[in-house]
T-cell receptor
Framework: EPEVTQTPSHQVTQMGQEVILRCVPI?????FYWYRQILGQKVEFLVS????????KSEIFDDQFSVERPDGSNFTLKIRSTKLEDSAMYFC??????????FGQGTRLTVV | RKEVEQDPGPFNVPEGATVAFNCTYS??????FFWYRQDCRKEPKLLMS???SGNEDGRFTAQLNRASQYISLLIRDSKLSDSATYLC???????????FGPGTRLSVLP
C-alpha cells in the first residue's frame, strides 16, 4: 500500500540552527500539507501546497518557515533559526482529491 | 474563527462496550468531514469519511448533522485495539486546509 514517507524520524538541533524536514508524498497525489503537533496538544495546520505554490498557510507559518518541491518526488519544510518552541512532531500529508489526506509517520524535532 | 471541538474525554470502557464520540464545528461552509485515529506518538490515520446520510464501516458508525454542525462516531463491541485518540477533522475552504479537533482519548479495558 502506498504511503507518505518522512525523513528523518527524529532530528535534534541547536537553537538558532536551520533544519530541513523531508517528505515523499504518495506518487499520484497532487496536494501536499505540513502539520505540526506539540506534545500533548492538537494537530495544527501549517501550510498547503499545490501546483508548485502555497495554497494556504496558517499564522504559525511565518517567515521562519518555507516549503519547496525541489523535484518530482520530494516535498520539504525548512525551518530557519529554530526556537525551543519549534520542538514538535511535524507531519507531512498528501491527497489525491483534496478530500482524504494521508499522513506520514512524522519527524520529531527537538530543539535544544 | 475556525474551530472544531470534541468531548474532552478520556473515555475508559470495558471490552465489548459501545461508545460514542461527539464533535461540533463552527464553520457552516465546511464541506467534508472525517474521523481519524491516532495512537500514542504516531501519525493520524484515516478511520472513515463522514457522509450526510450517515455511514457504517463494520463496528464503526458515523453521523453528520449539518444543521446542528455536529458529527458523531459510534464504536460497537469495542476491542482492546480500539484504544487510541479519535480525531474529528473538518475540511474547509475547498480543500486547502484540514482542521483537527483536539481529540478524545479512548481506553478499552480488559
Amino acid at each position: 500500500e502506498p504511503e507518505v514517507t518522512q525523513t528523518p524520524s527524529h532530528q535534534v538541533t541547536q537553537m538558532g540552527q536551520e533544519v530541513i524536514l523531508r517528505c515523499v508524498p504518495i506518487s499520484n497525489h497532487l496536494y501536499f500539507y505540513w502539520y505540526r503537533q506539540i506534545l500533548g496538544q492538537k494537530v495544527e495546520f501549517l501550510v498547503s501546497f499545490y501546483n508548485n505554490e502555497i495554497s494556504e498557510k496558517s499564522e504559525i507559518f511565518d517567515d521562519q518557515f518555507s516549503v519547496e518541491r525541489p523535484d518530482g518526488s520530494n516535498f520539504t519544510l525548512k525551518i530557519r533559526s529554530t526556537k525551543l518552541e519549534d520542538s514538535a512532531m511535524y507531519f507531512c500529508a498528501s491527497s489525491a482529491d483534496r478530500e482524504r489526506a494521508f499522513f506520514g509517520q512524522g519527524t520529531r524535532l527537538t530543539v535544544v | 474563527r475556525k474551530e472544531v471541538e470534541q468531548d474532552p474525554g478520556p473515555f475508559n470502557v470495558p471490552e465489548g462496550a459501545t461508545v460514542a464520540f461527539n464533535c461540533t464545528y463552527s464553520n457552516s461552509a465546511s464541506q467534508s468531514f472525517f474521523w481519524y485515529r491516532q495512537d500514542c506518538r504516531k501519525e493520524p490515520k484515516l478511520l472513515m469519511s463522514v457522509y450526510s446520510s450517515g455511514n457504517e464501516d463494520g463496528r464503526f458508525t458515523a453521523q453528520l448533522n449539518r444543521a446542528s454542525q455536529y458529527i458523531s462516531l459510534l464504536i460497537r463491541d469495542s476491542k482492546l485495539s480500539d484504544s487510541a485518540t479519535y480525531l474529528c477533522v473538518v475540511l474547509w475552504n475547498y480543500g486547502q486546509n484540514f482542521v483537527f479537533g483536539p481529540g478524545t482519548r479512548l481506553s478499552v479495558l480488559p
